[in-house]
């Protein structure tokens, strides 16, 4: 079978994935154009996409019958997917759950310390040799042992981050979640809505998937819920909070900061964001440790092997 791989994945991927199909492996880092979609839908069995290759309705429409079977993403989130018109077209997809969750929570909790603490600000002030030395009121920032933090989207994700929140930091966990959720081990407490989790809360991280109803879950009602010293942090899809309303909301001063490692509109960031000292800014560093993408690519590749044998899939979506 002929597997195709949009873009550069670490040496061990690459190798496993050649022990079961004839690979091309493309080299360049920029998602996939259009034209390059509809020929990996024409051209191989098998596309491992990953974050930013859009195969749309429209792709799927224009190659009413592919040759590829199965889109083997590389990643949890597959909002990039569409999966019902994939399975109109006879494609099947799959994901990488589980792999991704230790190493984003990890993300989640740098970024809520960040932010709080005003970190970025203070990396700046260094670097730009504007110190001038400590002293009592510098820098004052939210201290978060025994504050809330309020988690929209209590997954595995979310689940991850309140516990490391919790029983590292002391916080008290609030959340929302679409449906009710039992978390084990962790005193956490589910409320009705997303708006009573950001009016309660110090804290608040968005773990919600992309795409679909989270598009722009979290808006300008939701963000005017906050109280004005709590500060918000999004691990999730860039999509899934308003980035117009989230501009405004620190601009003026209705909320006090922002960690952000996604973006609406991604790799753009709005000149508004990138001009504030109250947000801390990620180029999508989530899963980013070689370890976690290796796990990512051997999962992805797993899925294909088992379409290849035709088992069932480990993790369709």
Request: charged residues 20%.
């Amino acid at each position: 079978m002929e597997l195709f791989i949009t873009r550069p994945l670490p040496d061990p991927v690459l190798a496993e994935a050649a022990r079961h199909f004839n690979v091309t492996a493309r080299e360049a880092t920029t998602p996939l154009k259009l034209g390059e979609m509809r020929a990996a839908l024409a051209l191989y069995d098998i596309v491992l996409p990953t974050l930013g290759d859009l195969f749309a309705a429209e792709v799927f429409a224009e190659v009413p019958q592919p040759r590829c079977k199965l889109l083997a993403n590389f990643g949890v989130g597959y909002n990039h997917i569409d999966v019902a018109a994939a399975r109109a077209a006879g494609v099947a997809v799959t994901n990488t759950p589980g792999a991704v969750t230790e190493a984003t929570a990890d993300i989640g909790l740098m970024l809520m310390l960040m932010t709080a603490r005003r970190a970025g600000e203070g990396e700046r002030l260094v670097r730009a040799g504007k110190w001038e030395g400590w002293h009592p009121t510098q820098m004052l920032g939210l201290h978060l042992g025994g504050k809330v933090l309020g988690v929209i989207g209590m997954g595995r994700i979310g689940q991850a981050i309140a516990k490391r929140a919790h029983f590292g930091l002391g916080m008290e966990v609030l959340f929302h979640n679409r449906s009710p959720k039992s978390v084990e081990g962790l005193p956490a407490r589910q409320l009705e809505s997303i708006a009573a989790v950001m009016k309660a809360a110090d804290m608040v991280v968005v773990a919600v998937p992309g795409g679909g109803d989270n598009r722009h879950l979290i808006d300008a009602k939701a963000l005017a819920a906050m109280r004005p010293h709590a500060h918000i942090v999004n691990i999730a899809r860039g999509d899934v909070i308003d980035e117009a309303a989230l501009v405004a909301a620190l601009q003026k001063g209705r909320i006090a900061g922002a960690g952000l490692d996604v973006y609406e509109f991604e790799p753009k960031v709005p000149e508004a964001l990138r001009a504030m000292e109250n947000v801390v800014l990620l180029p999508h560093l989530g899963t980013a440790a070689l370890e976690v993408r290796t796990d990512m690519g051997l999962m992805a590749v797993a899925n294909a092997v088992a379409f290849k044998e035709g088992r069932a899939l480990p993790n369709p979506v």
